[in-house]
């Protein structure tokens, strides 16, 4: 990744900060809390893919429709988050999947 990546990273990554910050103050409060869940169990490719730009779009459609934003995703942040990631690899899969495998190598013995 070189410098030229990297300064258009951060001109995208503000970008989307900005159409978070235009949002209420109510889908502020979700999509942070939603930024927080995926950062801690999100996806492998969070911050490469499309999820989180994907939500504040769903966001600014239901603000332009009016609704509120538990009317959106409901009452549990949780389930609303692994329902969108409920396919895609995440940390913790791949990590319980390399515990697995070094369980499975037998131990050479020397």
């Not at 300064?7 to 889908?27: C, F, M, N, S, T």
């Not at 996806?43 to 989180?52: R, T, Y």
Request: contains cysteine; hydrophobic residues 40%.
């Amino acid at each position: 990744m070189g410098i030229h990546d990297i300064i258009e990273g951060k001109k995208q990554w503000r970008a989307h900060l900005a159409r978070v910050k235009a949002l209420p103050p109510d889908y502020q409060i979700v999509y942070k809390e939603i930024q927080r869940y995926l950062f801690k169990v999100g996806p492998v490719d969070l911050l490469d893919g499309p999820l989180l730009s994907g939500i504040v779009e769903f966001f600014e459609e239901g603000v332009v429709a009016g609704k509120g934003v538990l009317e959106l995703i409901g009452d549990d942040v949780a389930a609303f988050c692994d329902d969108l990631i409920k396919d895609s690899p995440t940390h913790a899969d791949i990590y319980q999947e390399s515990i697995k495998e070094s369980l499975a190598r037998p131990e050479s013995k020397d």
